[in-house]
């Protein structure tokens, strides 16, 4: 029996997202296995670092990862001095996460590696068109993250107002 689906060809926005960060990500293992920590470490580490204070079902969710599964991450980056829970004064239950000033220490190397990594993935585009890519894929971003939050009318409400500044910019 055959499947009536369209083959899929990759040059849909869904696989070439997935597939540039999946590239991206085996690069930047790769160029960074010199720094002491898993790629997994390296990412809690990296959205902490830009959320301090965050609760573990929080950063769980950035990171995408299950909480149980991040609880694991984070007992091993404490035991290695890398972060800190610390009680959350507006709710017993809560630990509040921090870096250390070792893991922020190891930010500065993996800030590199990325940039590296960026760099070499946008090779052969334009200033401009860098940018262009940046904004779209935040815009992006922007969209399904408001879509999963609930906010439908907002998206809505952003995509009217970006067809008014395209055809206002014709």
């Not at 790629?39 to 809690?44: D, G, L, P, V």
């Not at 990325?114 to 969209?143: M, W």
């Amino acid at each position: 029996m055959k499947d009536h689906l369209p083959p899929l060809t990759g040059t849909s926005l869904g696989f070439l997202v997935a597939d540039a960060s999946r590239l991206i990500r085996r690069r930047f293992e790769q160029k960074s296995r010199d720094i002491d920590m898993t790629s997994a470490q390296m990412r809690i580490i990296a959205r902490l670092c830009r959320t301090e204070g965050i609760s573990q079902a929080g950063l769980a969710a950035l990171v995408d990862l299950e909480p149980m599964t991040l609880c694991r991450h984070i007992d091993r980056m404490e035991a290695a001095g890398l972060v800190v829970r610390e009680q959350d004064p507006n709710d017993r239950r809560a630990r509040k996460l921090y870096t250390t000033d070792k893991a922020r220490a190891l930010i500065e190397p993996l800030r590199v590696v990325a940039g590296e990594i960026f760099d070499e993935a946008q090779t052969g585009l334009s200033p401009e068109e860098r940018e262009q890519l940046t904004e779209a894929l935040k815009l992006i971003v922007r969209n399904l993250s408001e879509a999963e939050s609930g906010s439908e009318a907002t998206v809505a409400r952003r995509r009217r107002r970006d067809v008014g500044r395209q055809e206002a910019s014709v």
